[in-house]
């Protein structure tokens, strides 16, 4: 996702990008710290899991998630996007 994340500079853009380029297509789960639905990305033509995790959990949750993301292993899902929208819900882009 490193085309993405060249034209993301703060909080505003990434905003701006995903309302105008994701479209949600099915809840694929839902737990006690949040859901995770599935998005397509129509500008780069890419499926991706959006994890949105209750205010509070989401710091805890994108720092592991990020030292996993660090082994590269093919059964792990990879983050490509991970932050905090602050007013609502953190969001981490798989």
């Known amino acids: 996702m490193p085309e993405l994340l060249d034209k993301i500079k703060d909080l505003d853009d990434i905003k701006l990008y995903l309302e105008n380029n994701l479209t949600y297509l099915e809840v694929l789960g839902k737990g006690a710290?949040?859901?995770?639905?599935?998005?397509f990305d129509k500008q780069l033509g890419k499926f991706y899991a959006i994890k949105s995790i209750s205010q509070g959990d989401g710091a805890n949750e994108i720092e592991i998630m990020s030292k996993l993301n660090t082994l590269q292993n093919p059964n792990l899902i990879q983050i490509n996007l991970a932050y905090d929208d602050f007013d609502q819900k953190e969001k981490i882009l798989m």
């Open 33 to 39: 710290f949040g859901s995770v639905l599935k998005a």
